[in-house]
């Protein structure tokens, strides 16, 4: 079986290194099995008919071939090369170079360059994770060259069809033959859509396989060293708190980027004024800051504003390790990443989504979580920030999110290509 994998963005990094190191370890498995079979058949080639066990109903055991293409939509060294290493992900097997560009030119580029690799390839499936336009535009290719598809984080809706993400998951949804689902509520989602119960799988969240692999190298990492060797050019020395007197539980970390938050002067002068005259009074903020957001910041004339409070600690866009230990240590998350929101949960961070809606709605307090909906409404942002400080560090673990989904997700992908035949 050949199956290609896709990775197009930094959140897609995250949700392929375990897959791939499942698909080692199936490999592995496999082979003892082989060799387990052809000892047992050598055995048996020196008994009598009558001495022979029953045959085995166990399938042959098969072996997976796998292809990495990475589509090139994140191509800066901090934002996709750093991600690879720190994960141990093996260079793409194939890069298509796309890069930046409009949405259409993103999908359009990416479809033509991955329909050559598809008639060269020629594979069995053709495997996308998450939300991004590269999952899009490879499982449309992958369709119309009749090659079977696998979506693995099937099933998240945010009922916002403003967001091209919401777009890029219906449509992959649609297009997929396998649709291997995070969680219960995502599984719903597609029953009620009428995907037939056989296309889904519930596995759970290969996003938290990750987060365990990695949870103890985070660890011994200090939030004083994160803080030097990531502190953003440009800005100004902090001195107070200098950052070795940043301790676990006395410290905000906050991501933004969302085009909802950034892009408008009313909506994000409003939120980087609370910031800056009511958190960092409570405590200092860090803020690995996107490349997006900080052009923004200059744009809107707030960069000099934010750049001289000296408890708003501005980092480079940081990688997985880094980021992952923060939130283990921080107070409080705000953000507005479906990534971090997850993570969030299983660490127990108490978190403020800057969003009106989710496509995680798991990882909410009604349904278990650690994150709140505040949108970018600053009153509510601030009475749920208020709320928020009261609450503990509570960890919480949905169903299967425990470090074993991309095991799951190969064993899905090898039964429905047996089973089919």
């Known amino acids: 079986m050949k199956i290609i994998s896709v990775v197009g963005a930094r959140p897609n990094f995250m949700k392929i290194a375990p897959f791939i190191r499942a698909i080692k370890e199936y490999n592995s498995q496999q082979s003892r099995v082989f060799s387990s079979q052809s000892a047992v058949t050598n055995d048996q080639s020196l008994m009598t008919n009558d001495q022979l066990p029953p045959h085995p109903a166990s399938r042959t055991p098969q072996h997976v ?18 991600f690879f290493e720190a994960l141990n992900i093996p260079n793409a097997d194939i890069n298509l170079g796309v890069g930046s560009g409009s ?19 020629k594979p069995d499936w053709v495997v996308v994770v998450g939300d991004v336009n590269a999952t899009l535009a490879c499982s449309v290719t992958a369709k119309k060259l009749h090659v079977k598809v696998c979506h693995i984080e099937a099933g998240l809706r945010s009922r916002d069809m403003k967001m091209p993400e919401e777009i890029n998951r219906l449509v992959t949804d649609r297009l997929s033959d396998l649709l291997l689902t995070p969680d219960t509520l995502s599984s719903e989602n597609l029953r009620e859509e009428g995907t037939p119960d056989n296309n889904i799988v519930f596995v759970g969240n290969i996003m938290i396989d990750t987060l365990e692999a990695n949870r103890s ?3 011994k990492l200090t939030i004083e060293k994160i803080i030097e060797e990531n502190k953003l050019l440009g800005a100004p020395p902090t001195p107070h708190p200098a950052p070795r007197t940043l301790q676990p539980e006395h410290f905000a970390l906050m991501t933004l980027h969302r085009p909802s ?18 958190v960092t009074p409570d405590m200092p ?30 980092l480079h866009p940081i990688g997985y390790h880094e980021m992952l230990k923060l939130n283990m ?67 919480r673990r949905p169903e299967l999110w425990d470090g074993k989904t991309a095991g799951r997700c190969v064993e899905a992908i090898v039964n429905y290509g047996y089973e089919k035949k």
Request: hydrophobic share 35%.
């Open 261 to 278: 938050n950034v892009d408008h002067p009313d909506v994000f002068t409003p939120i980087i004024n609370f910031l800056l005259d009511e």
């Open 329 to 395: 240590d921080a107070r409080i998350i705000l953000t507005d990443s479906g990534g971090l929101q997850e993570e969030s949960t299983v660490l127990g961070t108490p978190c403020l989504t800057l969003r009106w809606n989710t496509e995680r709605p798991i990882t909410l307090r009604e349904h278990g979580g650690a994150s709140v909906l505040v949108g970018n409404n600053v009153e509510r942002i601030r009475k749920e920030y208020h709320n928020t400080l009261k609450l503990s560090r509570t960890p």
């Open 217 to 219: 190298v985070a660890e």
């Open 103 to 121: 949405h259409a030119e993103q999908v359009g580029q990416t479809m033509i360059a991955f329909e050559k690799v598809l008639e060269e390839e």
């Open 285 to 314: 903020i860090i803020w690995p800051i996107h490349p997006r957001t900080q052009n923004k910041l200059k744009e809107f004339g707030l960069w000099e504003k934010v750049v001289n409070n000296p408890r708003m600690i501005l």
């Open 65 to 82: 071939s796998h292809l990495l293409v990475h589509t090139g939509q994140h191509y800066d060294d901090r934002m996709s090369k750093a």
